[in-house]
């Protein structure tokens, strides 16, 4: 599956950790309305398998499908 992946720094903190959105590279995908006050910046679109998003694809795609999309933090 095609994902699409936005980053974005958490609380202004430049340098900070980021936390990165995942949604379906689809047409009718949307940044959910809790997260849309944020500044996310489209990074790239990779594969839901691409091993540096840390999830297996099992997981990541379950997330999308129960939710419609995923959000990574970085501990």
Request: charged share 15%; glycine share 12%.
């Amino acid at each position: 599956m095609k994902v699409n992946i936005f980053v974005a720094e958490v609380d202004g903190n430049i340098g900070g950790p980021p936390e990165v959105l995942v949604l379906p590279a689809a047409t009718n995908a949307e940044i959910p309305k809790g997260f849309r006050d944020g500044h996310w910046t489209f990074l790239c679109t990779t594969d839901s398998g691409n091993k540096l998003l840390g999830r297996s694809v099992q997981t990541l795609e379950g997330e999308l499908t129960l939710n419609g999309y995923v959000i990574i933090s970085s501990p």
